[in-house]
């Protein structure tokens, strides 16, 4: 099941379900959620229970979507965590994760505009798979870590590179929390459309050149083994996001070195998940 939040001209929002496009709101199906509701909370067995929709009640997707997780208590991200975007960057392969956070006014959803801030001149893009917490998870083994996983998600690591290696310590959560930097969806895809996410494919088109091109298979820690490691530092709760890592071919690695300039278009492609489409403008 594929599940999006969208505005409406007025302001009230929906939620729906969502294929390549289009949209078939809850309240077509009977079902009756509150424009605040979490559906992170609501668990797995919630979604495998929704109608089936007929042709019919299927819509144009409206212009306005919004993050299919509206709330997120954390939004944790996994750095240098393909070994090929490793080397690109010069830095050793990791010997376990690399940990970073963003604050939640990074969030965005499809189509709004990355920011692109005054006190920056390097801003990159990076393509990631995003797991979504479904139940709340503490010391979770790694064998049990997909019982605890709702869904996917595309997301979009937006990072000032100039701030997150430029600065004194090197600043990695200030390099990657501007506002705008974590858009996230179209929408959320539950495990039972995306079953085996280790190995499915992840691109970022810049305009109309594709500049990220790998697959899940590259991760040097897998989601069980990430959920597995996290879970012993911090308790995970539904509607959490692990950002799970780039591949290869960011703008910082490139020769010479291309960033985000405003006009640009950047578009997140995940297999089994869709395209998360959003252009650049200056702050």
Known sequence: MAICRYQHSDGNIEHALY?????????????ELSSDADVTQLGNAWFRDLPIPQEDQWVR?????????????KIICIGLNYRDHAIETGSEIPTEPVVFNKFLST?????????LPKVSKEVDYEAELVVVIGRTAKHVAAKDAMDYILGYTCGHDVSARDWQKGRP??????????????????????????PDPSNV??????NDATVQDSTTAQLIFDIPTLIEHLTQIVTLHPGDLIFTGTPPGVGAAMQPPRFLQPGDRCTVEIEGI???TNPCEAE
Do not use: Y
């Open 61 to 73: 997707s409206p212009a306005r979507l919004l993050p299919p997780v509206a709330n997120p208590q």
């Open 201 to 206: 494919r992840v691109r970022m088109h810049l």
């Open 274 to 276: 869709g395209s998360l």
């Open 19 to 31: 294929r390549d496009g289009q949209v078939c709101p809850l309240r077509q199906l009977g079902v």
């Open 169 to 194: 310590g090197g600043q990695w959560l200030l390099g990657k929390t501007f506002d705008t930097f974590a858009p996230i969806g179209p929408c959320l895809v539950t495990t039972d459309e995306l």
């Open 107 to 115: 969030l965005s959803g499809a189509g709004d505009a990355i920011v």
